[in-house]
């Protein structure tokens, strides 16, 4: 190739991302911790005021109390159905000071847990969207979103969402933005006889969170970070766009196992309630990826893969390619991108705290540890 043109694909390359040059790429490989115990679906961490973390696994049905330096796991909510207890537990979100919302997925409610990790009530899912909590407000108010199928039909286009605030002491409630949800399959509303996932794989769609009471989303058009305080302006980054690479069959093979893996089933837990799903036969799972609707090219992130940190920042993942390191991009508070993470393969950051970063690991067997870092400067 002439010595032009190579220079000119470079400099394309370069200019794909509108917002700002390329953002240099800091590379996370040797943990100083590795925790000893061992996982089997961790699905929620978060690290409390004194360093120490909450980590709850969703297959194990537990909730532990982790000291890194001493290297000890306490328990901290175990599996069942009594006031301390929880099935299916998934999400850990900050609530007011020290305290903890766990989503109690089996039980269909929520877990208030105090600065120490132990369960000190529990919240029943009183209103619609409830159980989606993803922060709280100064004030004591939940941010959640509610589910499309709960809104009246053609109510918002495109398989919208709205992100709402409610007060549960005066039970007012109001819609503080709309995002772009998960995308129906074509044939949603049609009867089928065999069951199937009711989502387009890799489909875009915005990611959301609470960050220091303030409203964050990830937009797909574009790729940028919005802002929404409590009051004032929304803050606006700019648009990191830039090309995607075709959903191929490994890719369509892998969406089916995770969305099988993460999603609860009915009658499969104790006394018939809520369980986890069992993984699928070979026949089953072939059946399950023809029958699956997908996208044609993977979004530029990962909804799911999007993380708060300390001083409103956000670390959103990259689409991840099986065998590849996996890549965070870092927003500041005003939406743009900082720098970017790089982590080795099998790696999903789990939370960020103020001086370093969790880390689940997995193997080719599907055992998970958490592994903790230096928080890059």
Same mark, same amino acid.
């Given at each position: ?16 991302? #509108? ?26 961490? !978060?690290?409390?005021? =004194? ?5 709850? =696994?969703?297959?194990?049905?537990? $909730? ?8 000890? $796991? ?12 929880? !099935? ?10 020290? /305290? %903890? ?36 407000? /100064? ?20 398989? /919208? ?8 002491? %005066?039970?007012?409630? %109001? ?9 129906? !399959? #074509? ?36 790729? !940028? $970070?919005? #802002? ?33 893996? /993460? ?13 986890? #799903?069992?993984?699928?036969? =070979?026949?089953?799972?072939?059946? %399950? ?67 370093? $970063? ?20």
């Amino acid at each position: 190739m002439p010595r032009f043109s190579m220079l000119a694909s470079r400099v394309a390359a370069l200019t794909l991302l #509108s917002g700002s040059a390329a953002a240099q790429t800091v590379r996370l490989v040797t943990p100083n911790t590795t925790l000893a115990d061992e996982f089997s679906q961790i699905r929620g961490v !978060r690290e409390l005021a =004194d360093g120490r973390l909450l980590v709850s =696994d969703y297959i194990d049905q537990r $909730v532990v109390l982790v000291d890194f330096d001493k290297g000890t $796991v306490l328990a901290r909510v175990a599996k069942g159905s009594g006031p301390r207890e929880a !099935r299916l537990p998934t999400r850990l979100v900050p609530a007011l000071g020290d /305290s %903890t919302f766990l989503v109690d997925l089996g039980n269909n409610r929520l877990l208030l847990l105090d600065g120490q990790g132990r369960p000190a009530r529990t919240i029943p899912e009183a209103r619609i969207g409830v159980l989606g909590v993803r922060g709280m407000g /100064s004030d004591g108010a939940f941010y959640f979103a509610i589910p499309g199928w709960a809104e009246a039909e053609a109510a918002l286009p495109n398989d /919208s969402v709205r992100i709402v605030r409610w007060n549960p002491r %005066t039970d007012a409630q %109001t819609t503080v933005a709309v995002i772009q949800g998960d995308r129906m !399959r #074509s044939d949603i509303r049609e009867p089928s006889r065999v069951p199937r996932i009711p989502v387009v794989g890799y489909a875009s769609q915005d990611a959301w969170l609470m960050s220091g009471g303030v409203l964050k989303i990830v937009r797909a058009g574009g790729y !940028r $970070v919005e #802002s929404r305080p409590a009051s004032g302006a929304p803050v606006v980054g700019p648009s990191y766009a830039y090309p995607t690479r075709p959903v191929s069959g490994a890719d369509r093979l892998a969406f089916v196992r995770r969305f099988n893996e /993460s999603s609860p089933m009915s009658g499969k837990g104790e006394n018939g309630g809520m369980g986890y #799903s069992p993984a699928l036969s =070979d026949a089953e799972l072939a059946q %399950t990826v023809k029958g699956t609707q997908y996208a044609e090219r993977h979004p530029m992130f990962d909804a799911g893969a999007v993380v708060a940190a300390p001083g409103g920042q956000l670390w959103v993942g990259r689409p991840v390619e099986a065998g590849k390191p996996v890549l965070y991009d870092v927003f500041d508070d005003a939406g743009k991108r900082v720098t970017s993470v790089e982590l080795l393969p099998g790696r999903r950051v789990a939370a960020v705290g103020r001086q370093a $970063v969790y880390v689940v690991a997995e193997s080719e067997a599907g055992i998970q540890r958490l592994e903790r870092y230096a928080l890059p400067r």
